[in-house]
Structure formats: structure tokens, C-alpha cells
T-cell receptor, first 114, second 113 residues
Framework: AQSVTQLGSHVSVSEGALVLLRCNYS??????LFWYVQYPNQGLQLLLK??????LVKGINGFEAEFKKSETSFHLTKPSAHMSDAAEYFC????????????FGAGTRLAVHP | DTEVTQTPKHLVMGMTNKKSLKCEQH?????MYWYKQKAKKPPELMFV???????INESVPSRFSPECPNSSLLNLHLHALQPEDSALYLC????????????FGPGTRLTVT
């Protein structure tokens, strides 16, 4: 069965510090992986996606993620946090072939303090 | 145009009311989705439409009734809802039901009183 685990429901960083949000997946077939961001009372915005091309994926707002098959991980990073990065972040996985279903992780709330 | 729009943004309704949520996309996508999201939780899939036909119903109560009048439009009709149905309702679309990437709308915040 396919699943996504986000380690840490809350992450707090100082402005200017490194952001690291962790995501591990379980999949029996090659996965497609996504990170979405959700600001309060808004919908989901796609930050970046991995679709079996380059393992290091760059997204919007300075975020990037690295697909590591050996570790079944797809952690999200940003070198320097900004106050505007405070939001809920969801890791998600989808699968090639067959009927598409997107499975979301439980989410990680990122707080950025001055 | 890579946008999914949803109306209304906010909706307050009583338990005896009938209301509808609307979702629209003009990307030529042939799969559309309804998700329900409770506070501090990830979205949960409710329905999937593929080429205007209902493909997946994730055991959603009949007080939620989806409709796909054409390839650009998706409605969710609401009737006799319960307070626990209060949530953010998100619509999404993808090129087809086999596509891995979904585009999400901003959602409708529903409050049932």
C-alpha cells in the first residue's frame, strides 16, 4: 500500500534560518511526489513536483526538494526562511499507471519567528 | 489559463437549507475532483468525475450530491447537512483521470449552523 509520512506536525524556525520539512513515502511502484503549500483559509498551491526526471527539484518561492530513492524520502528545504513562508505544507504522492489517486501526508505547520 | 475557480468563497447554511457549490476550469481538463478538508487535516477525496461521468464516490453521504453538467463545470449540491460537515471544500482538476498532477481551486469555506 502507498502512504506518505510527514515527520513533525509543527516546525518552528527563525527568520533567515534553514527550513527543512521531512517527507517519507512508501510505494511499490515509481511515485510522483509533490509538495503543496496552504496559507490560512486558502486552497492548495503546488510548490514543486518530482516526476522521475532530475532528483533535485526546484520550486517556487526558493524551495527545493531532493528525491532519494534509497531513503524513500522527499524532504523540502529552503536556505533562508521568510516570515511569509509561515503556512501548512503537505507532501503528496501519486502513482504512474492505472487510476490516479493522490495521497496526502498529514501536513506540517511551519512557523517563522523574528 | 491555469486556474480553477470556486464560488462562493464562504457559505453559511442551516441544516434544512439546500445550497450548491460551484467549480469551474478552462484548461481543457477532463477529470475533476471534490475534496473535503477539516481544520488542521489534509484534504480527503470525496468524488472524482472523468469525462463528465462519476468515477469515484468515496462513500460520501447522500446529502452531498455532485453534478458535472459539462467538461468545465462541477457542482456540489448540499441538502440537510450536519454541523460536522462544516469544512473547506476544495475542487481540483487534472488533464484526465490518469494524470498525476492536480490543480486546486481556492476552496469554499462552509459553515453549517
Amino acid at each position: 500500500a502507498q502512504s506518505v509520512t510527514q515527520l513533525g506536525s509543527h516546525v518552528s524556525v527563525s527568520e533567515g534560518a534553514l527550513v527543512l520539512l521531512r517527507c517519507n513515502y512508501s510505494s511499490s511502484v515509481p511515485p510522483y511526489l509533490f509538495w503543496y503549500v496552504q496559507y490560512p483559509n486558502q486552497g492548495l498551491q503546488l510548490l514543486l513536483k518530482y516526476t522521475s526526471a532530475a532528483t533535485l527539484v526546484k520550486g517556487i518561492n526558493g524551495f527545493e526538494a531532493e528525491f532519494k530513492k534509497s531513503e524513500t524520502s522527499f524532504h523540502l528545504t529552503k536556505p533562508s526562511a521568510h516570515m511569509s513562508d509561515a503556512a501548512e505544507y503537505f507532501c503528496a504522492v501519486s502513482f504512474s499507471g492505472g487510476y490516479n489517486m493522490v495521497i496526502f501526508g498529514a501536513g506540517t505547520r511551519l512557523a517563522v519567528h523574528p | 489559463d491555469t486556474e480553477v475557480t470556486q464560488t462562493p468563497k464562504h457559505l453559511v447554511m442551516g441544516m434544512t437549507n439546500k445550497k450548491s457549490l460551484k467549480c469551474e476550469q478552462h484548461m481543457g481538463h477532463r477529470a475533476m475532483y471534490w475534496y473535503k478538508q477539516k481544520a488542521k487535516k489534509p484534504p480527503e477525496l470525496m468524488f472524482v468525475y472523468s469525462y463528465e461521468k462519476l468515477s469515484i464516490n468515496e462513500s460520501v453521504p447522500s446529502r452531498f450530491s455532485p453534478e458535472c453538467p459539462n467538461s468545465s463545470l462541477l457542482n456540489l449540491h448540499l441538502h440537510a447537512l450536519q454541523p460536522e460537515d462544516s469544512a473547506l471544500y476544495l475542487c481540483a482538476s487534472s488533464q484526465d483521470r490518469y494524470s498525476y498532477e492536480q490543480y486546486f481551486g481556492p476552496g469554499t469555506r462552509l459553515t453549517v449552523t
